[in-house]
C-alpha cells in the first residue's frame, strides 16, 4: 500500500444556497397590480388622442380638397365635372381623375395637378376616401362635396338628421365615426 497514492475531494455543501435564510428581491402582487392600472390609465388616455390625431388628418384633407377644388375653378372658371358636365358631389375615382392627374381628364383639358394624394387615401375602386382605421372595421368612405353654382355665397349641408349653414362656396367633409349627425371637414 505503500506505493499507491490516493486522492481526496472534500465536498462542501452550502445549505445557504438551496435555502435562503432572507427574502430576495421580486414583485409582490401589489406592485404588479399597480403597474397594470397604471399602464390601464395611460392607454385609456392615449385612445382618445389617437382618434383626434386620425380626426384632424382627415379634416385637413378635406381643406385640401376644398383648396384644389377652388383652384381648379380659378384655372378653368367652372367647377371639377364629369365628362357629361355634371358637378361632382364626392371624390369618386372620376374626381380624383380629373383633379390629381397630369393627363387632360374631363374639364382638367391642361392636365394640371391640382391634388397631390397621399397612397392612404386612395382606393382604386372608390377614388380619394377616407383612411383606413377611421372608421371601425376598416371601412372606408368618399369624402362628400357641395358646391355652391348659384353664387348664393353659402351652402346648406345636411349630415345625418343635422343641417349645417356653410358660408363657402365649396365644403368636403365625411360623417364623423362618433357621431352620424356631426361632419368632419370644412364647416367652418
Do not use: C, H
Amino acid at each position: 500500500m505503500e506505493g499507491k497514492r490516493g486522492v481526496v475531494i472534500f465536498m462542501i455543501v452550502s445549505l445557504q444556497k438551496g435555502f435562503p435564510n432572507r427574502k430576495e428581491a421580486s414583485f409582490t402582487l401589489v406592485e404588479i397590480l399597480v403597474v397594470i392600472s397604471i399602464i390601464g390609465l395611460l392607454a385609456g388616455l392615449g385612445f382618445p388622442a389617437i382618434k383626434a390625431g386620425k380626426k384632424a388628418e382627415v379634416a385637413a384633407m378635406a381643406e385640401s380638397i376644398k383648396t384644389a377644388v377652388n383652384a381648379f375653378y380659378a384655372e378653368y372658371s367652372t367647377y371639377p365635372a364629369n365628362s357629361s358636365g355634371v358637378i361632382f358631389s364626392n371624390t369618386g375615382v372620376d374626381f380624383l381623375n380629373v383633379i390629381s392627374t397630369t393627363n387632360a381628364v374631363g374639364g382638367n383639358s391642361r392636365g394640371i395637378v391640382f391634388l397631390e394624394v397621399p397612397p392612404k387615401f386612395t382606393n382604386s375602386s372608390n377614388g380619394l376616401v377616407t383612411p383606413k382605421g377611421f372608421y371601425s372595421g376598416n371601412q372606408q368612405s368618399n369624402f362628400f362635396m357641395a358646391i355652391d353654382t348659384t353664387g348664393s355665397g353659402g351652402l346648406t349641408n345636411r349630415v345625418g338628421s343635422s343641417t349645417y349653414v356653410v358660408p363657402a362656396s365649396v365644403s368636403v367633409w365625411v360623417v364623423d365615426p362618433s357621431n352620424p349627425n356631426k361632419p368632419v371637414g370644412t364647416f367652418k
